[in-house]
């Protein structure tokens, strides 16, 4: 059924394949998908009298599994009770990159860049603008990465190109453009400029022309753009989509809710069946107001939907639900049949599948993502100073190395923190961890940011009660 729309909605022939099938999975992420069918989910018959497949019609009920799958494993990516914490061996190297974090709320950031990567890649573009550090999200629907042939981690290149309307680039400012023809919009981001070309438009057989004006040297010395794959199983530039398993699944489960939409729609306003001879050839009307009258020989009934097939077919929806969360690992939790205590552990073992998709995407979003755009941060304050909290940013070792500390799944109840609280200190005093390391467990829990600070603070203290 995915690639049947997919048909009907076509797509854009001069973009390369990667983009035309990030658009289709954009628009069921978004909910969009249907939009551009021709017929509403009650028109049976088009004007010619001809019946209409239902894969021309727009379901009237749209579940959104996908997208509910993809903002629960986010939320326990990088919402405020799961965002890493920086570990460095140089403490002013982690407060100084938590500053960035907090001044340039990087937690929404990277929210909003898990939500738009679920369909394959994402793009975290940097900037030093007057001595602060500005972070966008791109979409990668329209960009195409150059990676390094000595280096293939490492960008060389990224081209943003797409068709777009006459009348939006006069609106962006443009001049000397005809607002009913399309233009193709293109600009390039090298290891030292942002170069944007001058509008072409579609047909036009020409070359690009740089636009001077509005293009920016910046001198890093790298691209200042983080490419993010999804998750594994994908290929050089976009990794898989999150949700892809289930989306026939979640195609289906909106035509069968709709489908029971309609009939009981029909059962509130059932078919008047009228068996010949009748007795009359006026209209008749049906309702408790008018008696029907018919002759000896004939007959009248109301065709009815019976109430067991609304409730086989909700049956049925229920399963393709629990098929399709399955596939994708979404939260298929039911408290009623959880056999444990409530606590973190028991909620962790309610949502197993959920929590090894996010475990997954720690390591897409979280090394691969988030730690490369702060090591990019340190890089950029070899060329620019950089003001975070009010004062420049001290110049430290790129090569420094940095880790994320990732908070626990789920919050501890008050018994789980009282065990941990005993082992740690059983540990600690019997010497097989420092006691640094002790506060570093435990400072996730107690909001503890400064780890030296909170030890000297514990030393004072005991020599006070000495």
Partial sequence: MFDAISQLIGADQALPHRA??????????????????????????????????????????RYGLCRMVVEDSVALLFSAGHFPSIDCPEPAVAKALGDVIRENQLNALMIDAALAGSVGSVALWMRVLRGKLHFSVIRTLYLTPIWRAEAPDSLEAVTERYRVRGAELIERGYRDIDPTLSYWFQRRWT??????????????????????????????????????????GGDDIDGACTFRPAIETSI????????????????SDPTLLIKEPASTDREMIKGAGNAL????????????????????????????????????????ANADRLAVAPSGRALELMNQGLIWLADNL????????????????????????IIVGGTVMPLFDVN???????PRWYPASA??????AQAIATLANAGQISRETAV????????????????????????DDD
């Fill in 252 to 267: 289906e489960i909106d035509y069968q809710l709709s489908q029971v939409g309609r009939g009981l729609k029909y059962a």
């Fill in 191 to 232: 290891a030292t400029d942002e170069l944007w070309f001058d509008p072409l438009p579609v047909d036009a057989d020409a070359a690009w022309q740089l636009d001077e004006a509005r293009s920016v040297r910046h001198d890093l010395g790298f691209v200042p753009i983080v490419w993010v794959r999804n998750l594994p």
């Fill in 415 to 420: 018994d789980d923190r009282l065990k941990e």
């Fill in 293 to 332: 009258v018919v002759s000896e020989n004939g007959d009248a009934k109301l065709l009815e939907i019976g109430g067991t097939a609304s409730a086989a077919v909700i049956d049925y929806v229920r399963t393709l639900r629990e098929f399709a969360l399955e596939s994708v690992h979404g939260n298929r």
């Fill in 20 to 61: 035309q099938r990030l658009a289709m999975y954009q628009r069921v992420l978004d909910g969009t998908l249907y939009d551009d069918l021709p017929y509403a989910f009650q028109d049976e018959r088009n004007g010619a009298g001809d019946y209409i497949p239902l894969r021309q019609r727009r379901p009237s009920v």
């Fill in 440 to 463: 570093k467990t435990l400072g996730q829990q107690m909001a503890i940011t400064d780890v030296e600070a909170e030890l000297s603070r514990i030393r004072q203290e005991q020599i």
């Fill in 400 to 406: 420094m190395p940095i880790t994320l500390r990732w």
């Fill in 362 to 385: 720690r390591i897409s979003y979280g090394e691969g993502g988030l730690l490369k755009l702060l090591r990019m941060v340190l890089a950029a304050r070899q060329k620019f100073d």
